[in-house]
């Protein structure tokens, strides 16, 4: 550890050497414009490191909280789903659950849908309680102009309007008001098992963004949905949403959630769900983290041609301070910190302009659409308004810790090489 005190113990005068180093023109012997190349370099590397991650996370969330709009946090099924006499106390009692903010049960099953010109296509109708649907804002915030939520399960057995995705009605060409046939796969009577019809009324239309939702998903009462299927009083699951804070980290749920819904229940969160989905994403940025961080190494390589040059023309500099009495850590000391302070300066460069990009990129598309007099990020698409970015304090530290260390690192082996020169040979031919 002596040796990095040695190193790093800098003395005043070093740090005034080592700054006037930095200021002095090439023509005599500084490296003002390679300082200037290298600190830019690094400056533009960290920014879009910064900035990349943060769209990438951005995109990434916006993703994850469109699905978990539909489907909720975690699901649970099995025995106390069957448990008729005392499943209404399971759902209390992980609505009890902290962190827990809301419990409902569904059932799903497919369908054909036909129009009232005959079109036919296929969907996943969902039997949903009223009040979770009018809760969810991907649904309810998202119904086009001529529809409503507030007719949705009125009527017996929850009455007969149901909500379609926008994908589904484009293919259909239907509109909120219209009426529509229901065909499910099969029913049992006293004839054994018939297809069963049954017309509906759609009384909204939704757009959440999520195409594979858009164009295959109905929403009907879950009371509805049990007697057009043939399944009185049945649940397929039940949804479980929790706080956005512990979305993320679901897995520390399980436990307590498992617990309160009893013996026998079964339990998947999103992350299992979807884990073809998550794993892909967590790789992609994984990948394109240390990627994107190479740009941040050469930059920072810049460093090391700038400090062999400066060495080689304060070779006389550093013979004068050694007979002066200099040691060889003190020579190591002035020309580590000039180069470090290239890095440190590109760095704290790169992470407010990455910042500033992030906080204002909204601002920046809009300015940018309106020069070129086009949309840059389309939202009919994309069903956003502008791209989304979203700094992790973790992934920006990563940035910032590893770029101060790709600069020190190729600033430390040319300083060693300036600390190995003797004076003798150093003024030879001075």
């Known amino acids: 550890m002596d040796w990095l005190r040695a190193l790093f113990g800098f003395k005043g005068w070093e740090v005034s ?61 099995g025995r106390p789903l069957n448990d008729f006499a005392h499943r209404d106390q399971m759902l209390d009692r992980v609505r009890a ?34 009040e979770a649907l009018r809760n969810t804002p991907i649904i309810a915030k998202t119904i086009e102009k001529g529809g409503s939520l507030d007719s949705f399960g009125q009527g017996d057995y929850g009455g007969d309007g149901i909500v ?46 999520v195409s594979d939702f858009d164009k295959a998903t109905i929403y009907m009462p879950i009371q509805q949905a049990q007697l057009f299927f043939d399944r009185e009083d049945e649940w397929d699951m039940v949804e479980v949403k929790v706080k956005p804070e512990l979305a993320y980290d679901i897995a520390k749920m399980r436990a307590p959630i498992v617990h309160a819904a009893g013996e026998g229940a079964m339990y998947q969160d999103w992350t299992q769900q ?15 983290r240390f990627i994107l961080f190479f740009i941040v190494i050469i930059a920072a390589l810049n460093i090391i041609s700038g400090i062999v040059m400066l060495v080689k023309n304060k070779t006389r500099d550093i013979a004068i301070l050694r007979t002066m009495g200099a040691d060889r850590f003190s020579v190591t000391r002035i020309f580590f910190l000039t180069g470090s302070s290239i890095g440190a300066a590109g ?30 990020f389309n939202p009919d698409i994309y069903y956003l308004d502008h791209v989304p970015a979203r700094m992790e304090p973790g992934e920006v530290a990563f940035v910032v810790i590893g770029s101060l260390l790709a600069a020190c690192v190729s600033t430390l082996f040319p300083s060693l090489w300036a600390a190995k020169l003797e004076p003798v040979e150093a003024l030879r031919y001075e």
Not at 355 to 364: E, G, S, V
Request: aromatic share 10%; proline share 2%; hydrophobic share 45%.
């Open 17 to 77: 050497l080592a700054m006037r180093y930095l200021r002095t023109r090439r023509k005599d012997g500084g490296i003002a414009v390679i300082a200037i190349i290298s600190y830019v370099g690094i400056t533009l590397a960290v920014t879009a490191l910064i900035s990349t991650l943060s769209i990438m996370n951005g995109f990434q969330t916006e993703m994850i909280t469109r699905l978990l709009a539909f489907g909720g946090d975690a699901v649970i099924y």
């Open 164 to 209: 379609v995705g926008d994908g589904l009605a484009t293919r259909l060409g239907l509109a909120a008001g219209d009426s529509v046939t229901l065909v499910s796969s099969g029913g049992s009577t006293a004839f054994g098992s018939t297809p069963r019809r049954k017309s509906y009324t759609i009384i909204g239309i939704f757009h959440s963004g």
């Open 97 to 130: 659950v902290p962190g827990v903010t809301q419990v409902t049960p569904y059932l799903t099953s497919a369908a054909l849908i036909q129009s009232g010109v005959g079109d036919i296509d296929g969907a996943y109708v969902r039997g949903v309680a009223p």
């Open 347 to 376: 760095t704290l460069s790169g992470l407010m302009l990455g910042a500033l990009f992030c906080t204002f990129i909204a601002q920046i598309q809009y300015f940018l659409e309106w020069v070129f007099h086009t949309k840059l």
């Open 274 to 288: 979807f884990s073809s989905l998550w794993g892909a994403l967590n790789v992609e940025r994984m990948a394109m």
